[in-house]
């Protein structure tokens, strides 16, 4: 079966049986929108339930949830820099009006990547090139950019511009001030949220691998960047397989396999914080089914990280028919986010530390002469007085050396200022934390998963997915449906399962071949039949849905036998 067979195969399981399909079909459908069918419904709140143990409840003591909006005003993103920078390249065909990716269009055609690559780049290449429009063969336009927020308004006014939220990043940066208060006032400290989140995608493609709007699951982890602390790696053992930035730009496919700590001390993860979460992600990624060897994560060139990011690795796995896509990313933002947000609100963002030993310090200041100013200046003298106290040391200087300097308008002599050295002790030090981030998408993650899990045996489809992920854990048959003592047993079953919180089936419909057949095409991982020697001795068969083994096991006991397979 080739790759391209197995996606369609699984993208027509997914429509038949009520994972996923196309949103809003009966109209042709939307790019780059997917619903989630009831087993898909079930399976990605599996699936985001695993993630909250892992990044949530296994870290109680350092990380916390919240939730924020998914619409933010304008001067959120203007802050975080996502207005300026969170763009993609595009270029529009002269003749048909056809609009394109321009790096997307530059790898169909060419087969390389031009990811990162500006305008002008592009521009160029498609024109040393002569490269077409691929509709109608027309001209290509010069190549700009497109943001990729979607915008709306609040309430009735056009002037109070928002936006959709592209990462649920930001709501975390404007609230860590709260939430460290309320989690009295220790760092490190991890934020973490579930939430839809909106990209205004160019052309989207790959499926639900490239979505405009899907469930991002992230995690902002702040520490101080003189003490981080000590993440311990015993936690989450093994080797992450890395391909660095430095082999990428050598044109290198050079996979290393390091422990954490060690691509650390090596200097190939500038931080321990980040390779501590990467570690948590390749634990994460086992849970989903998939195996080390089938993780990487690969290093971003400079040219290819976001805006706010110091060095990122993405997470990638191999599907079928898209190859290798990323399944989170991991990112070190350093300060940049509680800085910017600091200077556009004028909000204190920074984080008082006592130190272990008072220091005595020697600090320059500026000191201004409010009397000159008074006499100079008369009312004027505040307003003068207020913009002075922006100066920097650096900046008053050069104003003393040059003899003064013009503010509001007025000519401020350099007897208005001089630099004192003042002698202070110390008792603490504040400072802007630093922030590492993984980042998960739970569709995507979805789609990874049931690439992994589909198989076929005899021309029969099994998704053998993890039991803890699987939409429904057991399936309940009565043998013979006929038989009412049978159905009475089997009903009950069914019963004490839902009573426990476990999802289930019961189905009396068909041969009991047929039955098996259904629920292991949807994933069930165990199946509970009644028979005649249940009315017996009081034990069903339990079959096992990947290797058909089968055991029998008392009727009272079979709930609990579930429950401890599944923990």
């Not at 060690?262 to 849970?287: C, D, P, T």
């Not at 060139?301 to 976001?306: D, G, Q, S, V, Y």
């Not at 998408?441 to 979805?446: D, K």
């Not at 803890?468 to 019963?495: C, D, G």
Request: with cysteine.
């Amino acid at each position: 079966m080739s790759s391209s067979d197995k996606y369609e195969k699984i993208v027509d399981l997914a429509a038949r049986r009520g994972f996923f399909w196309p949103s809003y079909e009966i109209y042709g459908g939307l790019a780059g929108f997917y619903d989630l069918g009831p087993l898909g419904a079930l399976l990605k709140e599996n699936i985001r339930k695993l993630w909250l143990d892992y990044f949530v409840l296994k870290h109680q003591d350092m990380v916390v949830l919240i939730e924020t909006p998914v619409i933010a005003p304008e001067v959120v993103f203007r802050a975080s820099g996502h207005l300026e920078s969170f763009t993609d390249p595009i270029v529009t065909c002269s003749k048909c009006g056809k609009i394109y990716r321009a790096d997307h269009l530059l790898e169909d055609v060419l087969g390389v990547k031009f990811e990162g690559s500006g305008p002008e780049e592009l521009t160029s290449i498609i024109r040393g090139r002569g490269v077409k429009c691929p509709s109608c063969g027309g001209e290509l336009e010069d190549v700009r950019t497109f943001n990729l927020l979607f915008q709306t308004n609040v309430g009735p006014y056009k002037h109070d511009v928002a936006y959709l939220r592209p990462e649920a990043a930001q709501g975390m940066f404007t609230s860590f001030k709260r939430v460290f208060t309320s989690m009295r006032y220790s760092l490190p400290l991890g934020i973490a949220q579930v939430g839809r989140v909106a990209r205004n995608e160019i052309s989207p493609r790959q499926g639900m691998v490239r979505l405009r709007e899907f469930t991002i699951m992230e995690v902002e982890f702040f520490f101080d960047p003189e003490e981080p602390g000590e993440p311990d790696f015993s936690r989450f053992p093994g080797k992450l397989r890395i391909l660095t930035a430095e082999a990428r730009s050598r044109g290198l496919d050079e996979v290393i396999e390091v422990k954490p700590e060690e691509a650390v001390a090596e200097g190939i993860i500038m931080n321990k914080w980040l390779a501590y979460w990467m570690s948590v992600a390749q634990a994460f990624a086992r849970e989903l089914g998939l195996s080390d060897d089938e993780v990487l994560f690969e290093e971003k060139l400079p040219e290819e990280r976001a805006h706010y990011s110091r060095q990122t690795f993405d997470q990638l796995v191999s599907i079928s028919r898209w190859g290798w896509v990323e399944i989170s990313g991991h990112a070190y933002r350093t300060d940049y986010d509680l800085s910017r947000h600091m200077r556009f609100s004028g909000e204190d963002m920074t984080v008082y530390k006592e130190l272990k030993k008072p220091v005595e310090t020697v600090t320059r200041k500026v000191v201004i002469n409010q009397e000159l100013l008074k006499e100079l200046f008369g009312a004027d003298a505040p307003k003068i007085t207020q913009a002075l106290k922006n100066l920097r040391v650096d900046e008053a200087e050069k104003i003393i050396k040059e003899g003064g300097t013009i503010i509001e308008g007025f000519k401020i002599p350099s007897e208005a200022l001089r630099i004192e050295e003042v002698k202070e002790i110390a008792r603490g030090r504040r400072f802007v934390p630093h922030v590492v981030e993984p980042s998960f998408g739970a569709e995507r993650l979805l789609l990874v998963v049931l690439d992994k899990a589909y198989t076929e045996e005899s021309g029969r489809v099994v998704l053998k997915l993890p039991p803890k992920l699987a939409p429904y854990k057991l399936a309940v048959f009565p043998l013979i449906p006929k038989e009412e003592s049978l159905k009475t047993i089997a009903k009950k079953i069914y019963n004490d399962a839902i009573k426990a919180g476990l999802t289930a089936i019961y189905d009396e419909n068909g041969s009991i071949g047929r039955r098996y057949a259904r629920v292991d095409e949807i994933g069930v991982p165990y199946a509970i039949t009644i028979d005649y020697q249940t009315i017996e001795d009081n034990t069903a068969t339990i079959r096992f849905r990947d290797t058909k083994e089968q055991i029998r096991i008392k009727t009272d006991e079979i709930i609990k036998w579930i429950l401890n397979k599944l923990s």
